[in-house]
């Protein structure tokens, strides 16, 4: 397909700083109509930023915006609706106890005081039908897979009458069926002359789905071209600004001496079980890598495992020590290590500096001890030590960790974590939301400490990272494991249909 020489949009020269911070750095690109258009780049290129002000969310400091070869002042979201502006964000805003039809008008419903229950669901009825949705008007969020709750989203965008859809990181949770469905009904809207921009790190999709992306790095559009021209090789080397280093494969290691064991574990929920008889082990030099939609037990899992959830019945047993009868300050102390799921709420805490998020659990040993207080110069010397050990940027361990964008947060979670004679090491979604630059040091860290002899058991949602990294692969589906596979054996279309019961046991 050939890309429209007109512009629906585009920006000239926008800036927008956060104190000292330049999040966009005169950022000059257009976007064709009825097109899919990709934005791309590092954690931190700016790329939510300029969206954000696309949608009202945010105004520039200096620079504009043309919409149909008009300049355009977006002061809020509302404006951005009424120009037919529409943003579906990274984390739905959908209220859980809600049915879809109400969570679609919510903000948009009519001025009279009763609601014509009829004539919405009529007019939603017939968005479906249009655009090949699935999603049933009448059932409350909660009970939707996630597939469907992001079917919800754009209806809402649909309902308002958005002629531009942006689309943030919209695949992060989704299987891959989920991912070619929501791709289908993107290139149904395209054809619909909606236009879409998607945000993404996930370079396959942009390859294999967009008409044309923008490469965003430190703040500014670098160049804006056909995808067609682009290989996934070109087009992180743009991103990153130089050539990707290969990761150094390690083969799996022959040790059959299990630092995990879990056996028979059992918990139950207020409505039911919430894992049943999950058994299996990691071995000393292995990674085990766990697949499954989120909301299929992997929460409890990581509570159970890291001791966090001691309500369980059968057992968990690291470095023949028992879960149970070790306190999770003595498990650190053992080698035992955790990467939490959510790096904001569970793993860092944000007005802390560098120095004193990195020595988090770490602050009774003697090392960065002078007599019973902490040595303010053994705790920056051992914070300069990982900070250059995995090139955690800015430099400085006086810095609130809030300054750092989420890439480098999540590398110094990872060095505060895995390099203090690690022996297991429990990781949740160690790359999510994170740059391809980040994810390919943090992946190769896994493999060192791998050929180490550390066993790592990886919890994600990223297939592609489940096959890149595990020797073992298993799936974990309404709480229960339905699959092993070796990695050698599997791929991410039968993991899929494994992950959302479609295979057969």
Same mark, same amino acid.
């Given at each position: 397909?050939?890309?429209?020489? %007109?512009?629906?949009?585009?920006?000239?020269?926008?800036?927008?700083?956060?104190?000292?911070?330049?999040?966009?750095?005169?950022?000059?690109? %257009?976007?064709?109509?009825?097109?899919?258009?990709?934005?791309?780049?590092?954690?931190?290129?700016?790329?939510?930023?300029?969206?954000?002000?696309?949608?009202?969310?945010?105004?520039?400091?200096?620079? %504009?915006?043309?919409?149909?070869?008009?300049?355009?002042?977006?002061?809020?979201?509302?404006?951005?609706?009424?120009?037919?502006?529409?943003?579906?964000?990274?984390?739905?805003?959908?209220?859980?106890?809600?049915?879809?039809? !109400?969570?679609?008008?919510?903000?948009?419903? /009519?001025?009279?005081?009763?609601?014509?229950?009829?004539?919405?669901? =009529?007019?939603?009825?017939?968005?479906?039908?249009?655009?090949?949705?699935?999603?049933?008007?009448?059932? /409350?969020?909660?009970?939707?897979?996630?597939?469907?709750?992001? +079917?919800? #989203?754009?209806?809402?965008?649909?309902?308002?009458? *958005?002629?531009?859809?942006?689309?943030?990181?919209? @695949?992060?949770?989704?299987?891959?069926?989920?991912?070619?469905?929501?791709?289908?009904?993107?290139?149904?809207?395209?054809?619909?002359?909606?236009?879409?921009?998607?945000?993404?790190?996930?370079?396959?999709?942009?390859?294999?789905?967009?008409?044309?992306?923008?490469?965003?790095?430190?703040?500014?559009?670098?160049?804006?071209?056909?995808?067609?021209?682009?290989? #996934?090789?070109?087009?992180?080397?743009?991103?990153?600004?130089?050539?990707?280093?290969?990761?150094?494969? $390690?083969?799996?290691?022959?040790?059959?001496?299990?630092?995990? +064991?879990? =056996?028979?574990?059992?918990?139950?929920?207020?409505?039911?079980?919430?894992?049943?008889?999950?058994?299996?082990?990691?071995?000393?030099?292995?990674?085990?890598?766990?697949?499954?939609?989120?909301?299929?037990?992997?929460?409890?899992?990581?509570?159970?495992?890291?001791?966090?959830?001691?309500?369980?019945?059968?057992?968990?047993?690291?470095?023949? %020590?028992?879960?149970?009868?070790? =306190?999770?300050?003595?498990?650190?102390?053992?080698?035992?290590?955790?990467?939490?799921?959510?790096?904001?709420?569970?793993?860092?805490?944000?007005?802390?500096?560098?120095? #004193?998020?990195? $020595?988090?659990?770490?602050?009774?040993?003697?090392?960065?001890?002078?007599? @019973?207080?902490?040595?303010?110069?053994?705790?920056?010397?051992?914070?300069?030590?990982?900070?250059?050990?995995?090139? $955690?940027?800015?430099?400085?361990?006086?810095?609130?960790?809030?300054?750092?964008?989420?890439?480098?947060?999540?590398?110094?979670?990872?060095?505060?974590?895995? #390099?203090?004679?690690?022996?297991?090491?429990? *990781?949740?979604?160690?790359?999510?939301?994170?740059?391809?630059?980040?994810?390919?040091?943090?992946?190769?860290?896994?493999?060192?400490?791998?050929?180490?002899?550390?066993?790592?058991?990886?919890?994600?949602? !990223?297939?592609?990272?489940?096959?890149?990294?595990?020797?073992?692969?298993?799936?974990?589906?309404?709480?229960?494991?339905? *699959?092993?596979?070796?990695? +050698?054996?599997?791929?991410?279309?039968?993991?899929?249909?494994?992950? @959302?019961?479609?295979? *057969?046991?």
């Amino acid at each position: 397909m050939s890309i429209s020489p %007109s512009p629906l949009f585009s920006f000239n020269e926008v800036t927008k700083t956060f104190g000292n911070v330049i999040a966009n750095h005169q950022v000059t690109f %257009s976007v064709a109509e009825g097109t899919i258009h990709g934005i791309v780049g590092e954690n931190g290129a700016g790329k939510s930023t300029i969206m954000k002000i696309l949608y009202g969310m945010f105004e520039p400091d200096s620079g %504009s915006i043309s919409l149909r070869g008009n300049l355009t002042r977006i002061r809020t979201p509302q404006e951005a609706i009424a120009l037919g502006i529409g943003m579906v964000h990274q984390h739905f805003m959908l209220v859980p106890t809600l049915t879809v039809w !109400e969570n679609i008008i919510l903000g948009q419903e /009519p001025t009279c005081w009763l609601l014509n229950e009829s004539s919405i669901l =009529s007019e939603l009825e017939s968005l479906k039908k249009e655009f090949g949705f699935q999603v049933e008007l009448k059932k /409350p969020i909660e009970s939707l897979p996630v597939g469907h709750q992001q +079917q919800v #989203e754009l209806l809402k965008l649909l309902y308002r009458r *958005a002629n531009v859809l942006i689309l943030d990181e919209p @695949t992060a949770v989704l299987t891959p069926q989920e991912v070619d469905s929501l791709f289908e009904k993107l290139k149904t809207l395209k054809k619909a002359n909606k236009t879409i921009i998607v945000i993404t790190h996930k370079l396959k999709e942009i390859l294999q789905f967009t008409d044309s992306v923008t490469i965003m790095r430190q703040g500014q559009a670098l160049e804006t071209c056909p995808t067609q021209e682009l290989t #996934e090789e070109s087009l992180a080397e743009k991103m990153i600004g130089r050539k990707r280093i290969p990761l150094n494969i $390690i083969n799996p290691s022959l040790s059959q001496e299990p630092i995990l +064991q879990v =056996s028979s574990l059992c918990l139950q929920g207020t409505r039911g079980p919430r894992l049943q008889q999950v058994s299996f082990n990691v071995n000393c030099g292995e990674i085990v890598g766990i697949a499954g939609i989120e909301g299929n037990g992997q929460h409890e899992l990581i509570e159970c495992i890291a001791g966090i959830q001691r309500n369980f019945s059968g057992s968990v047993i690291f470095d023949k %020590s028992d879960i149970k009868e070790i =306190s999770p300050y003595e498990l650190k102390q053992k080698g035992f290590s955790v990467i939490p799921p959510d790096r904001h709420r569970e793993a860092v805490v944000l007005p802390f500096s560098l120095s #004193e998020n990195l $020595i988090l659990g770490h602050h009774r040993e003697r090392q960065i001890r002078a007599g @019973t207080f902490l040595s303010q110069n053994k705790v920056r010397a051992l914070a300069l030590e990982k900070i250059h050990n995995f090139d $955690i940027r800015p430099d400085d361990p006086a810095l609130a960790i809030s300054a750092l964008s989420g890439g480098n947060q999540q590398k110094l979670v990872v060095a505060r974590e895995s #390099e203090r004679n690690t022996k297991f090491l429990l *990781a949740a979604h160690p790359t999510r939301g994170i740059d391809i630059g980040a994810i390919d040091f943090i992946h190769q860290h896994f493999l060192d400490l791998k050929s180490d002899g550390t066993g790592i058991l990886l919890l994600s949602s !990223e297939l592609e990272e489940i096959l890149k990294l595990s020797d073992r692969i298993l799936v974990l589906f309404q709480g229960q494991i339905v *699959a092993q596979l070796y990695k +050698q054996d599997a791929n991410e279309k039968e993991l899929g249909l494994w992950m @959302t019961g479609g295979a *057969a046991p």
